[in-house]
Nanobody
């Protein structure tokens, strides 16, 4: 059973920064795309950022220019650097990946347990 573990959340003032980390119990992050999602109370999951196995990144419009997703394959870790945080960024942030498990192309989704980010003065 693969486990994804997020860390790095916390309380920060508006304009501040946090760096989230996502690690896996097996070495799967370097060979698969990894996403960061977030969910705030009363709202659906939102895709925040993605990074492909080749390093191509994509961002939601509401974080472009403020957040940066990156990976360190040697550490089997994906990061989300969040700068200029605003109260509307308050949410639980989740790491997600999809792994192909057989030659027929069957896939399994993996989610972390989430890490709380609270932006407040």
């Amino acid at each position: 059973q693969v486990q994804l573990v997020e860390s790095g959340g916390g309380l920060v003032q508006p304009g501040g920064s946090l760096r989230l980390s996502c690690t896996a119990s097996r070495r799967i992050l370097s060979s698969n795309s990894v996403d960061w999602y977030r969910q705030s109370p009363g709202k659906a999951h939102e895709l925040v950022a993605s990074i492909s196995s080749g390093g191509t990144t994509n961002y939601a419009n509401f974080v472009k220019g403020r957040f940066t997703i990156s990976r360190d394959n040697a550490k089997n870790t994906v990061y989300l650097q969040m700068n200029r945080l605003q109260p509307e960024d308050t949410a639980v942030y989740y790491c997600h990946t999809i792994v192909t498990v057989n030659v027929e192309g069957a896939t399994v989704q993996h989610w972390g347990q989430g890490t709380q980010v609270t932006v407040s003065s």
